[in-house]
Nanobody, 122 residues
Framework: QVQLVESGGGLVQPGGSLRLSCAAS????????MGWYRQAPGKERELVAT???????HYEDSVKGRFTISRDNAKKTVYLQMNSLKPEDTAVYYC????????????????WGQGTQVTVSS
């Protein structure tokens, strides 16, 4: 079984910062891309940022220059540093990872965390 466990959400004032973490555990052969998505009330889930296994990153336009995604492959963990937070960043943030559970299975599966609430409000 593979699990993704997120942490680091909470309530923060506009202009503040938060750091999200997501650790993968279980039967893991390798991890390809990892990423963060978010879903605000009444809206569809959207991509926030992704990072490949060798560190190439991609950001949604509204978070460029404010959010930074990184990963520690040894710890099987991905991070999202969020600075200059705005009320419109309020959402449940989900971690996603493309994971191979076996050498015999070349196609990675997509796994999701349970989500962590981020609320930006004064």
């Amino acid at each position: 079984q593979v699990q993704l466990v997120e942490s680091g959400g909470g309530l923060v004032q506009p202009g503040g910062s938060l750091r999200l973490s997501c650790a993968a555990s279980g039967s893991i052969f390798s991890i390809n891309a990892m990423g963060w998505y978010r879903q605000a009330p009444g809206k569809e889930r959207e991509l926030v940022a992704t990072i490949t296994s060798i560190g190439y990153t991609h950001y949604e336009d509204s978070v460029k220059g404010r959010f930074t995604i990184s990963r520690d492959n040894a710890k099987k963990t991905v991070y999202l540093q969020m600075n200059s937070l705005k009320p419109e960043d309020t959402a449940v943030y989900y971690c996603n990872a493309q994971i191979r559970i076996s050498f015999a299975l070349p196609t990675p599966g997509h796994y999701w965390g349970q989500g962590t609430q981020v609320t930006v409000s004064s």
